[in-house]
Nanobody
Framework: VQLVESGGGLVQPGGSLRLSCAASGFTFSSYRMSWYRQAPGKARELVAAISNTDGTTKYADSVKGRFTISRDNAKNTGYLQMNSLKPDDTAVYYC?????????WGQGTQVTVSS
């Protein structure tokens, strides 16, 4: 079982990044998928989530209108499109796949927003 994030990096304020989360070893389409982030010295927080049943999404207030979560079950991949990035968005971003009794985490990808 693996979740592998990619797409992080250094970007200037106002810029964009798209994170990807590639899943393998389990039936990705049966799992709710979410993105979390953890900044230095802070707790890990939920950024966005997407249902595996009807595609319902939810977002943290801090990213609403700027970030978009999506998934492509045919490719076993989830995405987080991040626009209008701010320095406060700097963190390690993790994807998570979950269903009852099972939760998988990726290793994280660093996003740094700085001029």
């Amino acid at each position: 079982v693996q979740l592998v994030e990619s797409g992080g990096g250094l970007v200037q304020p106002g810029g964009s990044l798209r994170l990807s989360c590639a899943a393998s070893g389990f039936t990705f389409s049966s799992y709710r998928m979410s993105w979390y982030r953890q900044a230095p010295g802070k707790a890990r927080e939920l950024v966005a989530a997407i249902s595996n049943t009807d595609g319902t999404t939810k977002y943290a207030d801090s990213v609403k209108g700027r970030f978009t979560i999506s998934r492509d079950n045919a490719k076993n991949t989830g995405y987080l499109q991040m626009n209008s990035l701010k320095p406060d968005d700097t963190a390690v971003y993790y994807c998570r796949a979950e269903q009852i009794y099972k939760t998988y985490w990726g290793q994280g990808t660093q996003v740094t927003v700085s001029s």
